[in-house]
């Protein structure tokens, strides 16, 4: 529910924001790119062009993976696993935060400070602060983060992103050969008021339950970050939801419908109907916008790993195993 990896595009959003720790393979190379550590400094988990990853900041990095990812930690060897891919993944980061210094590459400080403050103004008072104790974060190191991440995005928009292009051509092709981009899937549109107790949403149940406004009480009590635009998260389709929030949330079929109060590893959930949409087949107009998104993600996958080996090709890189594997 908080992070700084906003309005990216998924491609770079996925590997700047470590929270999907089935999804932290790194884009390009692997621990096999270069020999084993050859003298790697003392409590440095790797060596990037001279320049340490720090035995404290993998740690970090890794317990915050731990507590977005419990059940993915128990089995030693998936925890080995996810500890290489984890380092490899902070080399990319630290090899295209040299690249970004060496290209002198700054930041607009308004671009920062709306970025760090993006969550602040997005969720109630206090909530913002609550998450980031939660994660074990200061301030501070929360704007040192989101400062990295955006000169990152700026550098691989600058080198990647904006030097790939999707044509018209590419468009109707893909339509042609994918029958199943042309199926839009049932979808539902719902309000949303999230609490962190039962008996905090138990009662203001009872209050939408006498007719008071469901958008006006998400506005006011609502954790989510959606909580601004009155609970609304807009339209989706099965399978983008946690199993239960989907289940309650297609189980509404008259608009305005109120929900029972679900349960989350978010909180408590209250939902409303807002809109239904039938599945139905897509014209090619209709459908060019997801398919050339599609393309496009995949270009910028495809360009971003080019990007990142002809990095690492040219870099000096030295990995602590040893110090790796006793990290826990």
């Not at 939660?134 to 301030?139: E, N, V």
């Not at 000169?151 to 051509?169: G, P, T, Y």
């Not at 109707?172 to 008021?193: C, D, F, G, L």
């Amino acid at each position: 529910m908080f992070g700084s990896c906003r309005n990216i595009h998924p491609s770079v959003a996925a590997r700047l924001c470590l929270v999907a720790v089935a999804g932290l393979g790194p884009l390009a190379g692997s621990c096999s790119d270069q020999a084993v550590a050859v003298r790697p400094r003392p409590q440095a988990v790797a060596v990037v062009n001279d320049e340490p990853i720090s035995i404290d900041s993998f740690q970090s990095a890794y317990d915050e993976l731990k507590g977005a990812g419990r059940g993915y930690f128990g089995n030693k060897d998936k925890a080995r696993k996810i500890k290489q891919e984890l380092l490899e993944h902070l080399i990319d980061e630290k090899l295209l935060l040299q690249e970004a210094r060496r290209r002198g590459l700054v930041l607009d400080p308004k671009l920062l400070e709306q970025s760090v403050q993006l969550p602040f103004e997005q969720y109630p008072p206090g909530e913002a602060e609550r998450q980031l104790l939660a994660r074990g974060k200061s301030l501070e190191s929360y704007r040192h983060d989101t400062r990295r991440t955006l000169l990152i995005f700026k550098l691989l928009k600058q080198e990647v992103v904006d030097r790939v292009a999707v044509s018209s051509q590419e468009v109707t092709k893909y339509y042609q050969q994918h029958p199943q981009v042309r199926q839009q899937a049932e979808m539902v549109r719902v309000r949303q008021i999230v609490t962190r107790t039962k008996e905090e949403a138990e009662q203001l149940r009872k209050r939408l339950k006498r007719g008071e406004s469901f958008e006006q009480l998400a506005r006011q009590y609502s954790l989510g970050p959606e909580a601004s635009r009155g609970g609304d998260l807009g339209f989706f389709a099965r399978g983008t939801m946690p199993p239960a929030i989907e289940e309650s949330c297609f189980s509404l079929w008259r608009p305005k419908q109120i929900s029972q109060v679900i349960t989350s590893p978010y909180g408590y959930h209250i939902f409303q109907l807002l809109e239904r949409r039938p599945a139905r087949e897509l014209s090619p107009e209709e459908a060019a916008p997801r398919i050339e998104k599609t393309i496009l993600a995949r270009k910028v996958r495809e360009a971003e790993a080019y990007f990142l080996r002809k990095l690492r090709e040219g870099a000096s890189i030295e990995r602590n195993l040893e110090l790796l594997e006793r990290i826990h």
